[in-house]
């Protein structure tokens, strides 16, 4: 089987000591900060309220939870107190209690959570600051930028008033129905008046909370401007003069409390795509309004093409002090184009991590983690806290899918390859890091049918012949949510696995009527025993 505290703002000073205050802490931060690997956790601003029970609602649930998912390996915590509205009782935007008289009243468990939190006076944010405090890891605020989650099914806690007033300022004006995800319906930053509405949040959490970075979550959701902004990549220059601007808040802030205040933008996988989408990261490094770029796949499948050497190489040229994080959605892998992530096995996870290692990735964030368990995977993040933790990952199988770009603008590729018919030759890639200690390799593919006859002989990889072939059952490697009717291990000799690029020719099947629905390079780990 395949396994599977407060601290309040310094007085007023004059400017030019603050700006000499900040210079000084600027050099100062970073040069310790450079020393210490970075483990950033991103939390769902979900996930706190709708998991306290029942009398719980209050300071000290809040600070259970924290304990939950906080548990010694993270040197960042990442806090999100928002999505299209506010989790928390916000003088600039509304809160997602709110009542609109436009919209179905649909309050969700976590949404009612909050609004009693915030009717006994408990700052859920600041609870979750002051344990950062106490425990010794750095607490950031992280700002969704243009949230749709649930906007197109007119319900309450999923729409503002703003947005409501202002269907001229949508990514397509006027339209108001769609799906419950439709880019759409998004924000298009464009317009001044989207910019200086995110710019009053971006102000007002700043001010409201004293923390030691800001991420603008430029994914949640990524379409930022309209589809011929994306086309000819006028987008850039919007979403440009707003990191400007937000640069400068941030700036007068950190100036004022004698602080240095990083930012983090989490953006595309692709450069190209990224700037595409208008969030233009690398001409951010090069302007010093960034600190750190956290490439990360949407959220449909983690991109096991995401090129860190290309980012890490445009990222040192234009600014060498900006740190690039290896992101991680665990969302999972989505495979056969179904939208729902189907989670993440632990040897695709330490897949994913070899190749950010091998690249030099040294700095990580995590994303959508919500099973805090003890498993040797989640225990890596939270406990481990991935520091000095490339021996285990080699230590473990790996598995390298074959997947997608799930973050695109309007005419890019997602390079989807799969499902595949197999009556014409299939060339995929698949890229790894090193091969390393391992024992064994195989190919794992699984099909909508019976495996076909012949399988055998007609794949290779790297020009290769496969030495052998063996049923198995889907669920033995893949997660509960597929349609395979069967799937197989074909195993080669691991002398035809390189390092890096990979190419895998499967087919022609002559009269093959079955799809192949995923495909994944496997790497038996050197000392694990049994047959793929």
């Given at each position: 089987?395949?396994s599977?505290k407060?601290y309040?703002?310094?007085?007023?000073k004059?400017?030019?000591?603050?700006?000499?205050?900040?210079?000084f802490c600027s050099?100062?931060?970073a040069?310790d900060e450079?020393?210490?690997?970075i483990v950033?956790l991103?939390?769902?601003l979900?996930?706190?309220p709708?998991s306290l029970?029942k009398?719980?609602?209050?300071?000290a649930?809040v600070?259970?939870?924290f304990?939950?998912?906080?548990?010694g390996?993270?040197t960042h915590?990442?806090?999100?107190?928002?999505?299209h509205?506010?989790?928390y009782a916000?003088?600039v935007?509304?809160?997602?209690?709110?009542?609109d008289?436009r919209?179905?009243?649909?309050?969700?468990?976590?949404?009612?959570?909050?609004r009693v939190l915030?009717?006994?006076?408990?700052d859920?944010?600041?609870?979750?600051?002051?344990?950062?405090?106490e425990?010794?890891?750095?607490?950031w605020i992280s700002?969704r930028m243009?949230?749709i989650?649930?906007?197109?099914?007119g319900?309450?806690?999923?729409n503002s008033?703003?947005w409501?007033d202002?269907p001229?300022?949508?990514?397509?004006?006027?339209k108001l129905?769609g799906?419950?995800f439709?880019s759409?319906?998004a924000f298009?930053?464009?317009?001044?008046?989207v910019r200086d509405h995110?710019?009053a949040l971006v102000?007002e959490m700043l001010e409201?909370?004293d923390v030691?970075g800001?991420?603008?979550?430029?994914?949640?959701?990524?379409?930022?401007v309209?589809?011929a902004a994306e086309?000819?990549?006028t987008?850039?220059?919007?979403?440009?003069?707003?990191m400007r601007?937000?640069?400068?808040?941030?700036?007068e802030?950190?100036a004022r409390r004698?602080?240095?205040?990083?930012v983090?933008?989490?953006v595309?996988?692709?450069?190209?795509?990224?700037?595409g989408?208008?969030t233009?990261?690398v001409q951010?490094?090069?302007?010093?309004?960034?600190?750190?770029?956290?490439?990360?796949?949407?959220?449909?499948?983690?991109?096991?093409?995401?090129?860190?050497?290309?980012?890490?190489a445009?990222?040192t040229?234009?600014n060498?002090?900006?740190?690039l994080l290896g992101a991680?959605?665990?969302?999972g892998?989505?495979?056969?184009?179904i939208w729902i992530p189907?989670g993440v096995?632990?040897?695709e996870f330490c897949?994913?991590?070899e190749?950010?290692?091998a690249?030099?990735v040294?700095?990580?964030?995590t994303?959508?983690?919500?099973n805090y368990?003890?498993?040797?995977?989640?225990r890596?993040v939270?406990?481990d806290g991935?520091?000095?933790?490339?021996r285990?990952?080699?230590?473990q199988d790996?598995?390298y899918p074959?997947?997608f770009?799930?973050?695109?603008?309007?005419?890019?590729?997602?390079?989807?390859?799969?499902?595949?018919?197999?009556?014409q030759?299939?060339?995929?890639?698949?890229?790894i890091g090193?091969?390393?200690?391992?024992s064994a390799?195989?190919?794992l593919l699984?099909?909508d049918?019976a495996?076909?006859?012949g399988?055998?002989d007609?794949?290779?990889?790297?020009?290769?012949?496969?030495?052998g072939?063996?049923?198995?059952?889907?669920k033995s490697?893949?997660?509960s949510?597929?349609?395979a009717k069967?799937?197989?291990?074909?195993?080669?000799?691991?002398?035809?696995?390189?390092?890096?690029?990979n190419l895998?020719r499967?087919g022609?099947l002559e009269?093959?009527?079955?799809?192949?629905?995923?495909?994944?390079?496997?790497?038996r780990a050197?000392?694990?025993?049994g047959?793929?």
């Open positions: 089987m395949i599977k407060r309040l703002p310094r007085p007023g004059s400017r030019l000591l603050c700006a000499c205050v900040l210079a050099v100062s931060a040069a450079s020393k210490v690997p950033a991103n939390q769902d979900t996930q706190m709708v029970a009398g719980e609602e209050n300071a649930g600070r259970k939870y304990n939950s998912v906080c548990k390996g993270l915590f990442l806090i999100n107190p928002n999505g509205n506010t989790a916000s003088e935007w509304d809160p997602v209690w709110h009542h008289d919209l179905k009243d649909q309050p969700l468990k976590q949404f009612d959570n909050l915030h009717e006994d006076g408990v859920w944010v600041q609870v979750m600051i002051d344990a950062c405090r425990q010794g890891v750095s607490p700002m243009n949230d989650h649930r906007i197109g099914d319900v309450n806690w999923a008033k703003f409501l202002h001229e300022l949508r990514r397509k004006p006027g129905k799906g419950s439709d759409e319906l298009d930053f464009t317009y001044k008046e995110a710019l102000r409201k909370w030691d800001f991420e603008f979550d430029w994914l949640r959701f990524p379409h930022h309209n589809d086309q000819d990549h987008g850039c220059a919007a979403l440009t003069e707003f601007e937000a640069k400068k808040i941030v700036d802030i950190a004698g602080k240095r205040l990083l983090c933008v989490r595309a996988a692709m450069p190209e795509a990224a700037v989408l208008g233009d990261a951010w490094a090069k302007e010093g309004l960034v600190d750190w770029v956290a490439p990360c796949n949407f959220f449909t499948t983690a991109d096991f093409a995401l090129p860190y050497p290309e980012w890490k445009k990222l040229a234009a060498p002090n900006v740190r991680f959605d665990f969302a892998v989505s495979r056969e184009n189907q096995t632990q040897a897949g994913y991590l190749r950010m290692y690249a030099g040294v700095d990580f964030e994303f959508n983690l919500f368990s003890e498993s040797p995977m989640c890596f939270q406990i991935m520091r000095n933790g490339e285990w990952v080699r230590s790996r598995a074959v997947t770009h799930d973050a695109v603008p309007k005419g890019f590729s997602e390079d989807r390859r799969l499902p595949a018919k197999l009556d030759p299939l060339d995929l890639e698949i890229g090193r091969v390393g200690d391992s390799a195989a190919l699984a099909f049918g495996i076909p006859s399988l055998k007609a794949v290779t990889v790297n020009g290769i012949a496969a030495t072939i063996r049923s198995l059952p889907p490697w893949m997660l949510i597929h349609s069967s799937s197989c291990g074909v195993r080669f000799p691991l002398s035809a696995i390189r390092d890096g690029q895998i499967i022609p009269g093959c009527g079955v799809r192949l629905l995923t495909c994944e390079l496997f790497l050197g000392e694990t025993k047959e793929i």
